[in-house]
């Protein structure tokens, strides 16, 4: 019903910055929110931000505040995010999930949608 492909990940060197999207496809309009998780290897899936589609509600978790930017655009159909100030414990594979309802939330159970992932690695 829902398709979500995340790109723009890669390799950067600590200090730089990647920006990463999220392309939505189908039934978008059911969408109403959109989620950023990450996953480094042996840990848990960790929350990173959320935004809902009209931009006035942002949430950013404490490790990324003030480094981490989320956006969207609608023309486009994509969701974004920034990421400046990039350290080495940022390596993970990040995961863009979207889900319904106009309040933001934290919680991965929350969210039905979900791209298949897109790694990005900082080096020291």
């Known amino acids: 019903q829902v398709q979500l492909v995340e790109s723009g990940g890669g390799l950067v060197q600590a200090g730089g910055s990647l920006r990463l999207s999220c392309a939505r496809s189908g039934r978008t309009s059911s969408v109403y929110a959109m989620g950023w998780f990450r996953q480094a290897p042996g840990k848990e899936r960790e929350f990173v931000g959320v935004?809902?589609?009209?931009?006035?509600?942002?949430y950013y978790a404490d490790s990324v505040k003030g480094r981490f930017t989320l956006s969207r655009n609608n023309a486009k159909n994509t969701a974004s995010l920034q990421m400046n100030s990039l350290k080495p414990e940022d390596t993970a594979v990040y995961y863009c999930?979207?889900?319904?309802?106009?309040?933001?939330?934290?919680?991965?159970?929350?969210?039905?949608?979900w791209g298949r992932g897109t790694q990005v690695t900082v080096s020291s």
């Open positions: 935004i809902n589609w009209s931009g006035d509600t942002t």
């Open positions: 999930a979207a889900r319904g309802g106009v309040d933001v939330t934290a919680t991965a159970l929350e969210y039905p949608y």
